[in-house]
């Protein structure tokens, strides 16, 4: 059982570490632990094909309900705690379409936030931009896309507001940068944290 959970998070640290993009992150973590539910599903039943009559039923029904009642109390604390419910996308999402004004442009850093964001976010947008981080551990390819990264007209045409949604991981200095290079041309009207992502609202500078 140990096994079967450590092994997928093995792989993704593994993938980060020779791919340079950083994939060991609860967001994907939770896509491969799947694995051990379908082993503890499979240990269940091999108890339960063991045992005959009255003591068969019993013991598929004791390790039943202790499963479901464990995890019912992980889930019940989990959710109540705000900690541990990261990336509230729905809330993002309902924000900037309440706010949205036509001609505004959407801007995305990384390219994972506009998949997310995009589930909850229905509605027609002229301007659209998904920046892609380089990768992690890379100097090289991070320096050039510091150097390449276009000024804020270039990204979003003459959007007179840009709303910004960011989430993590992004690569050291990338954030900064495009901060900053939104700032030479638009003022920061406003800042929302829907854990672990993040609205900036921007209008172009008079």
């Known amino acids: 059982m140990l096994t079967a959970w450590a092994v997928p998070l093995g792989i993704l640290i593994l993938a980060s570490l020779g791919t ?34 009255g003591v068969r039923t019993l013991s598929a029904a004791v390790p039943i309900v202790l499963v479901v009642g464990l995890n019912l109390l992980v889930l ?11 990336y509230d996308w729905a809330g993002a999402a309902h924000y900037v379409k309440a706010r949205w004004q036509p ?14 964001f995009g ?13 892609y981080a380089p990768p992690w551990r890379s100097p090289q390819a991070r320096s050039v896309w510091l150097e390449r990264l276009p000024p804020a007209p270039v990204l979003v045409g003459q959007a007179r507001r840009v709303w ?9 200095e990338t954030t900064e940068a495009l901060l ?3 700032q030479e041309s638009y003022v920061q009207r406003s800042f929302v944290d829907f854990r672990d992502v993040w ?6 500078r008079r």
């Open 103 to 116: 001609g505004d442009a959407l801007l995305f850093y990384p390219h994972t936030a506009r998949v997310a």
């Open 199 to 204: 609205v900036l609202a921007y209008e172009r």
């Open 20 to 53: 340079g993009i950083y994939y060991a992150i609860p967001r994907y973590a939770a896509y491969v632990q799947p694995f051990l539910a379908i082993l503890l599903a499979q240990g269940l039943l091999a108890l339960t094909g063991r045992a005959r009559g």
């Open 76 to 86: 019940g604390l989990t959710f109540a705690d705000a900690r541990y419910v990261p």
């Open 119 to 131: 589930y909850y976010f229905r509605q027609q947008v002229a301007t659209a931009v998904t920046l």
């Open 180 to 182: 900053a290079k939104l």
């Open 164 to 172: 910004l949604v960011l989430t993590i991981p992004t690569p050291p």
